[in-house]
């Protein structure tokens, strides 16, 4: 799939299916089959396959060939099936247009058509258009660190404001689901922050090439500021994640503790009028009180008394 746009009114418009592609400021490939690599070669930009994109190297991500810088930065995002993914998305950046390439549906390249003209710089040229991009996803890596850091509250609320841990099993359990869930996805907004600071740190190396440099530096050597207060507000979270997920496991080992607690203060109670059965259960011929009316009421009341005795012990001992 493929979307052409050009700049009508000083706002980014989708282009006609029937426009060429030569007139266009901006193309997104989604999954690019091979007629479309073919006419994206034809206007000399050579479209990496998924594997290329995939290649951890720096050397794989960040280059340039023939005055076309290449650009890939992992952002996260959903496939068409709906399932969350984190994937590369390529920034091919030429003097005559901004080419993107991803496999992937993130929410900025659905947001920043409508609102492109807003950025910092607007969305005159290709590269206005690439930094007004990158800051719409730095946003939404924020919003996304945000919302996280409002469901850890929450969750945080009800692992250390329980008043009491008896019965609670399935709802600590939940919080620790969430908790993961939520861990994953500030790993993913981590792993995005790290890659987008790599990619702004090449962009901003060669952008003295440009005529308007003295007005893209600053703008990008802010994105870098705002990318690394990110990264430190992730971490933050991060180190907030991991005291949840230990405090929400010691609330789990303590309930089930109580429980083998509660199994083993039984277990207690009924081990001396058991040991007292199994006396008076032996088959022998010389044992009076089985043949007296009174050894029966007398069995009964000692296996009672011992186990009263067995229970002021465990109260005495603070163990019930």
């Known amino acids: 799939m493929m979307y052409a746009y050009v700049i009508r009114d000083g706002r980014i418009a989708r282009q006609d299916q029937a426009a060429s592609l030569a007139d266009a400021i901006w193309i997104d490939l989604i999954a690019p089959d091979k007629a479309e690599t073919a006419l994206l070669r034809d206007l000399g930009v050579d479209v990496p ?16 060939e023939t005055g076309v810088d290449y650009m890939t930065a992992v952002l996260p995002g959903e496939r068409g099936d709906g399932n969350r993914v984190t994937m590369p998305v390529s920034f091919i950046l030429s003097p005559q247009r901004l080419v993107t390439v991803r496999h992937h549906s993130p929410r900025p390249f659905l947001t920043f058509p409508e609102r492109g003209e807003r950025s910092t710089l607007g969305c005159g040229t290709p590269h206005r258009l690439f930094i007004g991009l990158i ?3 730095i946003a939404r890596l924020a919003d996304i660190l945000e919302g996280s850091g409002r469901l850890l509250d929450n969750t945080t609320i009800t692992v250390f404001e329980t008043p009491s841990i008896r019965g609670q099993g399935d709802r600590l359990q939940s919080a620790l689901r969430e908790v993961g869930r939520e861990a994953e996805a500030m790993a993913r907004v981590r792993l995005s922050l790290l890659t987008i600071e790599r990619m702004l740190a ?16 600053p703008v990008v050597k802010g994105q ?23 405090t929400t496991l010691g609330l789990i080992n303590l309930e089930q503790n109580n429980t083998v607690r509660v199994l083993s203060v039984v277990a207690a109670l009924f081990l001396p009028p058991t040991l007292i059965a199994s006396i008076y259960g032996m088959n022998f011929e010389s044992m009076p009180e089985l ?30």
Not at 53 to 62: A, W
Not at 202 to 217: K, N, P
Not at 224 to 246: I, K
Not at 291 to 299: K, N
């Open 49 to 64: 396959t998924l594997a290329d994109m995939e290649e951890i190297e720096i050397s794989n991500r960040l280059y340039r």
């Open 135 to 137: 800051e719409e996803i």
């Open 202 to 217: 090449f962009y901003i190396a060669a952008v003295d090439e440009q005529r308007e440099s003295g007005r893209l530096r």
């Open 224 to 246: 870098l500021r705002d990318v690394q207060a990110l990264e430190v507000h992730a971490d933050f979270l991060g180190s907030r994640v991991s005291l949840a997920v230990d």
């Open 291 to 320: 043949d007296e009316p009174w050894g029966y009421p007398m069995a009964i009341a000692l296996m009672a008394a011992t186990a009263g005795a067995t229970w002021l012990v465990l109260r005495w001992k603070r163990w019930l």
